[in-house]
């Protein structure tokens, strides 16, 4: 009897169990919620292909609870639908058989191209808490849906669409809301004050890059469980205390960033020890004036930007104290570190745009310090290594008053990836030992641009180099190329321009098959340039500088044949490594007698600039290839007969200099196609015949064409064998021959450059005038465009 008992409750137990386990399984999904997924398939347009959940739908099973993204509840009901990535396009219609799903609690749309406004019928699914319609484009305003309808809505995400309008406050005062994502879109106006009450759930306020104005609401800082408030690079404007957030208790991520707001320190009505813990600071573009006093009492603080203040003074001991592993301070007022500063080790410091004076010993450690654009003027101590860290990465001090010799020392910092230490007052050689460090495949960018250093540079480039890019332009460098450089087969940008190196053309370079950019200008280099053939090219060339060096002979017809990264318009350059990632690049580009520091350098930016030589011959049909060429210069050489008119195909041709050589014959009636032209010159020449009509050339003033043996028409003389003026109607006919769909089609990127660029090469007379106009315009265009000037008054360039 006993063991019968056991044995029935067992049996219900198993039943039971049995009974849950396969309980789903028996709950086929309803007949009305397998029409409406079917009914939603066929209304939305989406690409096969790239589907991998809709498309299957219908196929093998009839139950609509097994497809992919579906979830049921027992009873059959669809509770929760997943199409994100599903390369969904189109609307969503109010009538949508979507809105059928009435049991819906999880909605997830997320990473499609869902356009249109969101209907007002999403305020039907009662049921909601998770609505994701994050990364589409919808567009439209949010504000006529009854957001109040969907009280059980606990996550909202929207961040990432093309929404506009006002933000509806009934959002924020969702019960059961706890994350509100809206960032990334286009939403203006004020926010009211709201109702706040007790219960709200809100832990995340994400409102960031909209165009949200006016004040912001003191409503948010009623919102006792907030934990992350995230309103960068909207426009609120107007004062804010930081004693307000002192009774937001689980706050641990604020972000006030890039608005028009006034931070203040609220010091005097802020109990330190009992402020939040903040885990994520950023106030950057704040009007700070001073460190805000609560950081002192900050335990658990990992980011910390106050970047683009106006922090006056002594960096402190205690800010050091504060434990972040991302301290930014660039970009303000501060003169002095304090010694005692060098305890911790950070993982990024960013000090750069400060006033910072003196000794560069007093640095804190950091695996990323960035000291540029400062006014350090020690000398580089002889254990360097041991004031920094022998684990920093990354060091860059560009554009302090450093000086003295690099010593050694610094080549026992073995981990470093990149080292800045160009436009300084360093002199002495390039140690061995740094040129050497390309031995651990760690340094990939070395840059000692604008120094005074001497003597040759080091052939001890190893087997495994790992360089990127090297730049040693600007110092008084002798010698001749190391060839150990042909082991650093990674290398990108070669910039020995403006020394004393004397050398024949290192055709060995065709063996580093990654090389983009090669300056080798205003040096002592000697002879041809052709190089005897090999397989290996130099095919992803996109600058190449060999002006004012006494280079001679034919230019090469199988030397330009492989630079095919000027023949055809690149895409973005491929991703690199971790270093390079914050660092850009520099390198000086002549174009017109301005040089202009491209600091990162433009993957689209191509030139060629081979003036100030011997050459000789020819310029050869194959140039006319180079369709994605910027800037041409072959000035001052020898080079004679005539102009091919295949230059007439260089379509994005911003400026051609050909002046001050021998060629003959006629203008090619091809160059005045040329739409982009901003800057010709053709003058000092034997060209004869008649300029081109009715097209770019008209606009070049006599300069472009003087001292020629027999060049006439607009702008020079008129022509003698054409007497006659042409007919009115002529000229004007010619007028609208210029190829509208040509312009329109290389507008672009090239129009961007071009309105920025060419007023700098048009106006002769205006240059200066126009540096310090245009500059600013560069400088949002080129993020670091910076003007070459010896001298350190760089902060007259830089945005106020
Ligand atoms: C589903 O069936 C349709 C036709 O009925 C077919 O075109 C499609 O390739 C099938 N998809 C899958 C994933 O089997
Ligand atoms: C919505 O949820 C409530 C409570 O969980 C439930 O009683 C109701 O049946 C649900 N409604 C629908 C349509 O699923
Ligand atoms: C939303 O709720 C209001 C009452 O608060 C009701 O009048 C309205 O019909 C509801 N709207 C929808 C779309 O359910
Ligand atoms: C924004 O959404 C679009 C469309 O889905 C997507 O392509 C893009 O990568 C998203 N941008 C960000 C920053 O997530
Ligand atoms: C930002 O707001 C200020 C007023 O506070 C206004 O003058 C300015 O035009 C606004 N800027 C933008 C981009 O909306
Ligand atoms: C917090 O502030 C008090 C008073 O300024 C100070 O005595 C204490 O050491 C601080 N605590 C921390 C963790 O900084
Ligand atoms: C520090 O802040 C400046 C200005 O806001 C920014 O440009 C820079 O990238 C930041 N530095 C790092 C290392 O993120
Ligand atoms: C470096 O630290 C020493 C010792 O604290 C101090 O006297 C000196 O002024 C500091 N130099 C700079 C540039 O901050
Ligand atoms: C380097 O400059 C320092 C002064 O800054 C000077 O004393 C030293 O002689 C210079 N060394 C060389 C090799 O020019
Ligand atoms: C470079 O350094 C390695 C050790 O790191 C050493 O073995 C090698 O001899 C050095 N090369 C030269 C050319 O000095
Ligand atoms: C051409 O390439 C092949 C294989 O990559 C190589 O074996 C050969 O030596 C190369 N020839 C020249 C002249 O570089
Ligand atoms: C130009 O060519 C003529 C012959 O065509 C020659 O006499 C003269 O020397 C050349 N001038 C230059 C600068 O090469």
């Not at 990334?184 to 759930?201: A, E, K, T």
């Not at 020898?638 to 051609?656: D, T, V």
């Not at 982009?676 to 008209?698: M, V």
């Amino acid at each position: 009897m006993e063991i019968s008992l056991q044995l029935f409750l067992i049996l219900i137990a198993f039943s039971l169990s049995l009974h849950l386990k396969i309980g789903p399984v028996w709950s086929l999904c309803l007949e009305d919620q397998h029409s409406s997924l079917l009914k939603l398939k066929q209304t939305l347009i989406f690409n096969h292909a790239l589907s991998s959940k809709l498309v299957s739908w219908g196929n093998s099973s009839t139950d609509c609870c097994s497809w992919a993204g579906v979830t049921c509840s027992g009873g059959g009901h669809v509770i929760d639908l997943d199409l994100s990535h599903e390369s969904i396009s189109g609307g969503i219609d109010s009538s949508s058989s979507l809105f059928n799903l009435q049991h819906l609690q999880g909605l997830n749309l997320a990473w499609n191209l869902f356009s249109g406004s969101i209907p007002s019928s999403f305020s039907t699914l009662k049921n909601l808490t998770d609505l994701d319609l994050s990364n589409n484009i919808l567009s439209g305003q949010i504000s006529s849906i009854h957001w109040e309808n969907l009280s059980c809505l606990v996550n909202l995400r929207l961040s990432n669409n093309s929404l506009e309008g006002i933000i509806p406050l009934s959002l924020f005062s969702l019960p059961s809301l706890k994350n509100l994502y809206l960032q990334r879109n286009r939403f203006f106006g004020q926010i009211g004050d709201f109702p706040v009450v007790s219960s709200s759930q809100l832990a995340t306020l994400d409102l960031s890059s909209n165009r949200l104005e006016g004040s912001i609401p003191s409503s948010f800082f009623k919102l006792q469980g907030l934990q992350q408030l995230i309103l960068s690079s909207n426009n609120f404007s107007g004062t804010l205390d930081l004693s307000i957030i002192q009774k937001l208790g689980n706050l641990f991520t604020l972000d006030l960033s890039f608005n028009h707001l006034s931070v203040e320190d609220g010091f005097g009505n802020i109990d330190v020890t009992s402020f939040p813990q903040i885990q994520e600071l950023r106030l950057v573009s704040c009007k700070l004036r001073k460190f805000p006093s609560f950081l002192r009492n900050q335990s658990a603080m990992s980011v910390l930007d106050l970047s683009d203040n106006q922090i006056e003074g002594e960096i402190p001991e205690w800010i050091c104290d504060v434990p972040s592993r991302y301290l930014n301070l660039s970009h303000n007022l501060l003169t002095k570190i304090d010694g005692s500063c060098g305890r911790r080790l950070l993982n990024f410091l960013d000090l750069h745009s400060n006033l910072l004076r003196g000794d560069i010993t007093n640095v804190t450690r950091a695996k990323f310090i960035d000291y540029s654009e400062n006014q350090l003027n020690s000398v580089i101590p002889t254990d360097i290594d041991s004031f920094l860290a022998r684990n920093t990465v990354i060091f860059l001090a560009s554009g302090n008053y450093l000086r003295g010799v690099i010593s050694e020392s610094i080549c026992n910092m073995s981990y470093l990836q990149v080292l800045d230490l160009s436009r300084n007052f360093l002199n002495g050689t390039v140690p061995w030992c740094l040129v050497n460090m390309t031995q651990s495949g760690f340094l990939s960018v070395l840059n000692l641009r604008r120094n005074n250093l001497i003597g040759t540079i080091p052939d001890t480039f190893s087997g495994n180099c790992g360089l990127q890019t090297l730049n040693l332009n600007e110092n008084s460098l002798q010698g001749k190329i190391p060839k150990s450089l042909a082991n650093c087969k990674m290398l990108e940008v070669l910039d020995i321009g403006n020394n004393r190196i004397s050398d024949s053309f290192p055709c060995w370079l065709s063996t580093i098959s990654t090389l983009r950019i090669l300056v080798l200008r205003s040096n002592k280099f000697y002879g041809s340039i052709e190089c005897p053939m090999s397989n290996a090219t130099m095919s992803l060339l996109q600058i190449v500088d060999l002006a004012s060096n006494k280079f001679s002979g034919k230019l090469p017809k199988n030397f330009f044949e492989s630079w095919t990264g000027i023949m055809v318009a690149k895409d973005e350059a491929p991703a690199k490594i971790i270093g390079q990632t914050y660092y850009k690049d520099t390198v000086t580009v002549t174009m017109k007698g301005l040089e202009i520091d491209l600091v990162k350098i433009l993957t689209i930016f191509t030139s060629i600039d081979f003036s100030c030589n011997n050459f000789e011959g020819e310029i050869l049909e194959v140039m006319g290839e180079f369709q994605a060429l910027i800037v041409l210069n072959l000035s001052h050489n020898s080079l004679a007969g005539l102009i091919p008119s295949s230059i007439g195909n260089l379509h994005c041709l911003e400026s051609l200099d050909l002046s001050s050589n021998n060629l003959t014959g006629n203008i090619p009636q091809q160059l005045g196609g040329l739409n982009f032209l901003a800057a010709l010159n053709l003058s000092h020449n034997q060209l004869e015949g008649k300029i081109p009509k009715g097209n770019q050339l008209q606009t070049f003033s006599e300069d472009s064409f003087e001292d020629n043996k027999g060049l006439c028409g607009f702008p020079l003389r008129d022509c003698e064998a054409n007497m006659q003026p042409p007919p009115q109607g002529n000229n004007s006919n010619d007028g609208t021959k210029i190829e509208w769909n040509l312009i329109s089609a290389e507008v672009g990127f090239v129009f961007g450059l071009a309105i920025v660029i060419l007023p700098l090469m048009f106006m002769k007379r205006w240059r200066i005038w126009y540096y310090k106009r245009v500059d600013r315009v560069l400088f949002r265009i080129f993020p670091q465009l910076d003007q070459r000037s010896r001298n350190h008054g760089r902060r007259a360039l830089r945005t106020p």
